[in-house]
Protein backbone atom coordinates (compact mmCIF):
# COMPACT_ATOMS: atom_id res chain seq x y z
CA UNK A 1 0.00 0.00 0.00
CA UNK A 2 3.06 2.26 0.80
CA UNK A 3 6.22 1.50 -1.01
CA UNK A 4 9.96 2.88 -1.40
CA UNK A 5 11.53 1.88 -3.93
CA UNK A 6 15.09 2.11 -3.71
CA UNK A 7 15.10 6.09 -3.18
CA UNK A 8 17.76 7.94 -2.75
CA UNK A 9 17.72 12.09 -1.83
CA UNK A 10 20.89 14.04 -1.79
CA UNK A 11 21.18 17.49 -0.81
CA UNK A 12 24.30 19.10 -2.83
CA UNK A 13 26.29 16.16 -2.82
CA UNK A 14 25.51 14.69 1.15
CA UNK A 15 23.17 11.54 0.63
CA UNK A 16 20.21 12.27 3.19
CA UNK A 17 18.52 8.81 1.27
CA UNK A 18 20.85 5.58 0.15
CA UNK A 19 18.62 3.27 -1.22
CA UNK A 20 16.16 3.07 0.75
CA UNK A 21 13.07 0.39 -0.17
CA UNK A 22 10.14 -0.52 2.18
CA UNK A 23 6.89 -1.36 2.16
CA UNK A 24 3.63 -0.79 4.54
CA UNK A 25 0.71 -2.94 4.34
CA UNK A 26 -2.71 -2.66 5.03
CA UNK A 27 -3.84 -3.22 8.59
CA UNK A 28 -0.46 -2.71 9.98
CA UNK A 29 1.57 0.05 11.75
CA UNK A 30 5.25 0.36 10.43
CA UNK A 31 7.50 2.18 13.24
CA UNK A 32 10.30 4.04 10.98
CA UNK A 33 12.90 4.05 13.38
CA UNK A 34 15.85 5.95 13.36
CA UNK A 35 18.57 8.66 15.45
CA UNK A 36 18.03 12.39 14.59
CA UNK A 37 19.57 12.98 11.43
CA UNK A 38 18.56 9.73 9.82
CA UNK A 39 16.58 10.68 6.83
CA UNK A 40 13.14 10.09 8.38
CA UNK A 41 11.72 13.39 7.56
CA UNK A 42 13.46 13.38 4.15
CA UNK A 43 11.52 9.74 3.19
CA UNK A 44 8.19 11.00 4.38
CA UNK A 45 8.42 14.40 2.52
CA UNK A 46 9.29 12.45 -0.44
CA UNK A 47 6.49 10.02 0.47
CA UNK A 48 3.82 13.17 0.76
CA UNK A 49 5.11 15.06 -2.48
CA UNK A 50 6.56 17.42 -0.66
CA UNK A 51 10.47 16.98 -1.73
CA UNK A 52 11.28 15.07 -4.84
CA UNK A 53 13.95 11.71 -4.59
CA UNK A 54 17.27 11.88 -6.68
CA UNK A 55 16.35 8.00 -7.97
CA UNK A 56 13.60 5.82 -7.01
CA UNK A 57 10.39 6.53 -6.26
CA UNK A 58 7.74 6.29 -3.16
CA UNK A 59 4.02 5.42 -3.88
CA UNK A 60 1.18 4.88 -2.06
CA UNK A 61 -1.56 2.74 -3.39
CA UNK A 62 0.38 2.10 -6.45
CA UNK A 63 1.16 5.79 -7.14
CA UNK A 64 3.18 8.75 -6.24
CA UNK A 65 1.26 11.03 -3.86
CA UNK A 66 0.83 13.78 -6.05
CA UNK A 67 -0.76 11.75 -8.65
CA UNK A 68 -3.77 10.83 -6.41
CA UNK A 69 -7.14 11.89 -7.03
CA UNK A 70 -8.01 13.89 -4.16
CA UNK A 71 -4.72 12.81 -1.76
CA UNK A 72 -5.95 14.18 1.33
CA UNK A 73 -8.96 12.37 1.53
CA UNK A 74 -7.20 9.11 1.06
CA UNK A 75 -4.00 9.68 2.62
CA UNK A 76 -3.46 11.21 6.51
CA UNK A 77 -0.30 13.32 6.98
CA UNK A 78 1.12 14.61 9.68
CA UNK A 79 4.68 16.08 9.36
CA UNK A 80 5.18 19.27 11.44
CA UNK A 81 2.31 20.12 14.12
CA UNK A 82 4.11 23.20 14.66
CA UNK A 83 3.26 24.22 11.23
CA UNK A 84 -0.63 24.78 12.49
CA UNK A 85 -1.68 28.32 12.01
CA UNK A 86 -0.88 29.84 15.13
CA UNK A 87 -4.14 32.86 14.73
CA UNK A 88 -6.43 30.16 14.26
CA UNK A 89 -8.57 28.19 16.22
CA UNK A 90 -8.45 24.81 16.08
CA UNK A 91 -12.22 23.86 14.89
CA UNK A 92 -10.85 26.83 12.04
CA UNK A 93 -8.30 24.52 11.40
CA UNK A 94 -9.88 21.51 10.79
CA UNK A 95 -13.33 23.34 9.20
CA UNK A 96 -10.75 24.88 6.76
CA UNK A 97 -9.37 21.27 6.54
CA UNK A 98 -13.17 19.45 5.94
CA UNK A 99 -14.01 22.46 3.42
CA UNK A 100 -10.67 21.99 1.07
CA UNK A 101 -11.77 18.09 1.56
CA UNK A 102 -15.36 18.61 0.60
CA UNK A 103 -15.77 16.76 3.41
CA UNK A 104 -19.63 17.63 5.71
CA UNK A 105 -18.86 19.69 8.71
CA UNK A 106 -19.73 16.92 10.96
CA UNK A 107 -16.15 15.24 9.83
CA UNK A 108 -15.05 18.18 12.15
CA UNK A 109 -16.76 17.52 15.48
CA UNK A 110 -16.15 13.74 15.01
CA UNK A 111 -12.36 14.03 14.77
CA UNK A 112 -12.27 16.43 17.13
CA UNK A 113 -13.79 14.32 19.28
CA UNK A 114 -11.80 11.38 18.67
CA UNK A 115 -8.30 13.10 19.95
CA UNK A 116 -9.75 14.52 22.83
CA UNK A 117 -9.63 17.85 22.22
CA UNK A 118 -12.86 19.96 24.17
CA UNK A 119 -15.33 21.85 22.70
CA UNK A 120 -13.66 24.68 25.10
CA UNK A 121 -10.29 23.74 23.68
CA UNK A 122 -11.31 23.98 19.92
CA UNK A 123 -12.43 27.82 20.16
CA UNK A 124 -8.95 28.64 21.31
CA UNK A 125 -6.24 29.84 19.43
CA UNK A 126 -3.44 26.95 18.13
CA UNK A 127 -0.75 29.37 18.96
CA UNK A 128 -1.39 28.70 22.82
CA UNK A 129 -1.85 25.18 22.33
CA UNK A 130 0.72 23.01 24.52
CA UNK A 131 2.99 20.58 22.19
CA UNK A 132 0.88 18.18 22.77
CA UNK A 133 -2.82 19.65 22.01
CA UNK A 134 -0.96 20.48 18.89
CA UNK A 135 -0.42 17.06 18.04
CA UNK A 136 -3.47 16.17 18.85
CA UNK A 137 -4.94 18.65 16.42
CA UNK A 138 -2.78 17.60 13.54
CA UNK A 139 -4.03 14.04 14.35
CA UNK A 140 -7.11 15.18 13.75
CA UNK A 141 -6.71 17.27 10.57
CA UNK A 142 -5.12 13.85 9.50
CA UNK A 143 -8.18 11.98 9.96
CA UNK A 144 -10.95 14.23 8.66
CA UNK A 145 -11.05 12.41 5.63
CA UNK A 146 -11.11 8.94 7.43
CA UNK A 147 -7.94 7.85 5.07
CA UNK A 148 -6.54 4.21 4.46
CA UNK A 149 -3.57 5.09 4.95
CA UNK A 150 -1.85 7.52 8.04
CA UNK A 151 1.32 8.81 7.71
CA UNK A 152 3.05 10.65 11.07
CA UNK A 153 6.36 12.31 11.78
CA UNK A 154 7.33 11.78 15.32
CA UNK A 155 3.69 12.09 16.21
CA UNK A 156 4.77 11.44 20.02
CA UNK A 157 6.50 14.46 20.37
CA UNK A 158 5.05 16.55 23.04
CA UNK A 159 2.73 13.99 24.02
CA UNK A 160 2.37 13.18 28.07
CA UNK A 161 2.25 9.68 29.08
CA UNK A 162 -1.53 9.24 28.79
CA UNK A 163 -1.26 10.76 25.73
CA UNK A 164 0.77 8.38 24.20
CA UNK A 165 -0.80 5.60 25.59
CA UNK A 166 -3.52 6.89 23.92
CA UNK A 167 -2.21 7.80 20.58
CA UNK A 168 -1.01 3.88 20.96
CA UNK A 169 -4.84 3.12 20.96
CA UNK A 170 -5.89 4.89 17.93
CA UNK A 171 -3.19 3.78 15.73
CA UNK A 172 -4.01 0.34 16.97
CA UNK A 173 -7.29 0.67 15.95
CA UNK A 174 -7.27 2.44 12.60
CA UNK A 175 -4.71 -0.44 11.86
CA UNK A 176 -7.27 -3.22 12.79
CA UNK A 177 -10.24 -1.28 10.12
CA UNK A 178 -7.76 -1.87 7.87
CA UNK A 179 -5.65 1.51 7.46
CA UNK A 180 -1.76 1.26 6.31
CA UNK A 181 -0.16 3.19 9.55
CA UNK A 182 3.58 4.14 9.18
CA UNK A 183 5.30 6.68 12.34
CA UNK A 184 8.40 7.96 12.59
CA UNK A 185 10.23 8.51 16.10
CA UNK A 186 13.31 8.28 17.65
CA UNK A 187 11.36 6.44 20.73
CA UNK A 188 12.32 3.06 20.59
CA UNK A 189 9.77 2.07 23.69
CA UNK A 190 7.10 4.13 22.37
CA UNK A 191 7.38 2.20 18.42
CA UNK A 192 7.97 -1.20 20.27
CA UNK A 193 4.75 -1.00 21.92
CA UNK A 194 2.66 -0.17 19.14
CA UNK A 195 4.44 -1.34 15.97
CA UNK A 196 3.72 -4.71 14.40
CA UNK A 197 6.72 -4.16 11.86
CA UNK A 198 9.95 -1.79 12.10
CA UNK A 199 12.39 -0.42 10.30
CA UNK A 200 15.34 0.93 11.35
CA UNK A 201 17.47 3.98 9.33
CA UNK A 202 20.82 5.15 9.89
CA UNK A 203 22.66 7.73 8.00
CA UNK A 204 19.96 7.39 5.38
CA UNK A 205 20.35 3.13 4.91
CA UNK A 206 17.73 1.18 6.30
CA UNK A 207 19.83 -1.14 8.66
CA UNK A 208 17.38 -3.88 9.66
CA UNK A 209 13.61 -4.40 8.72
CA UNK A 210 11.61 -7.03 11.16
CA UNK A 211 8.26 -7.50 13.13
CA UNK A 212 8.71 -6.28 16.97
CA UNK A 213 8.86 -10.22 17.67
CA UNK A 214 11.62 -10.54 15.79
CA UNK A 215 13.72 -8.16 16.92
CA UNK A 216 13.24 -8.70 20.25
CA UNK A 217 13.97 -12.33 19.60
CA UNK A 218 17.24 -11.60 18.08
CA UNK A 219 19.00 -9.55 21.12
CA UNK A 220 16.19 -6.41 21.46
CA UNK A 221 15.26 -3.61 20.00
CA UNK A 222 17.67 -0.89 22.42
CA UNK A 223 20.40 -3.52 21.78
CA UNK A 224 19.76 -3.73 17.56
CA UNK A 225 19.55 -0.29 17.38
CA UNK A 226 22.12 1.24 19.30
CA UNK A 227 24.50 -1.02 17.45
CA UNK A 228 23.23 -0.84 14.31
CA UNK A 229 23.44 2.68 14.65
CA UNK A 230 26.90 3.06 15.96
CA UNK A 231 28.29 0.91 13.17
CA UNK A 232 26.16 3.06 10.26
CA UNK A 233 28.37 6.14 12.10
CA UNK A 234 31.26 4.21 11.86
CA UNK A 235 31.04 3.32 8.48
CA UNK A 236 30.02 6.90 7.39
CA UNK A 237 33.14 8.88 9.30
N1 LIG B 1 16.78 20.90 3.01
C1 LIG B 1 17.92 20.31 3.36
N2 LIG B 1 19.12 20.74 2.90
C2 LIG B 1 20.27 20.13 3.22
N3 LIG B 1 20.35 19.04 4.01
C3 LIG B 1 19.20 18.55 4.50
C4 LIG B 1 17.92 19.15 4.21
N4 LIG B 1 16.95 18.41 4.84
C5 LIG B 1 17.59 17.42 5.50
N5 LIG B 1 18.93 17.50 5.29
C6 LIG B 1 19.94 16.58 5.83
O1 LIG B 1 19.53 15.27 5.55
C7 LIG B 1 19.81 14.39 6.63
C8 LIG B 1 18.53 13.71 7.08
O2 LIG B 1 17.69 14.67 7.73
P1 LIG B 1 16.21 14.35 8.21
O3 LIG B 1 15.63 15.63 8.74
O4 LIG B 1 15.49 13.65 7.14
O5 LIG B 1 16.51 13.34 9.41
P2 LIG B 1 15.52 12.81 10.56
O6 LIG B 1 15.80 11.36 10.70
O7 LIG B 1 14.13 13.23 10.30
O8 LIG B 1 16.10 13.56 11.84
P3 LIG B 1 15.35 14.12 13.18
O9 LIG B 1 14.97 12.94 13.99
O10 LIG B 1 16.46 14.91 13.83
O11 LIG B 1 14.20 14.97 12.74
C9 LIG B 1 20.48 15.24 7.71
O12 LIG B 1 21.88 15.10 7.56
C10 LIG B 1 20.03 16.63 7.37
O13 LIG B 1 20.99 17.59 7.78
Not at 163 to 186: E, F, N, T
Request: some cysteine.
Amino acid sequence: MIEFHCVSKAYKGVKALDEVSFTVEAGSVTGFLGPNGAGKSTALRILTGLSRPTSGSATVFGRPYAELACPGRRVGTLLDAGALHPGRSGREVLTLGAMMLGLPRSRVEESQELVGLTGKEGRRAVGGYSLGMRQRLGIAHALLGRPEALILDEPANGLDPQGIQWMRGLLRSLADSGCAVLLSSHLLHEVEQVADQIVMIGRGRVLARGTVAEFARDGGLERTFLELTAQADRSAA
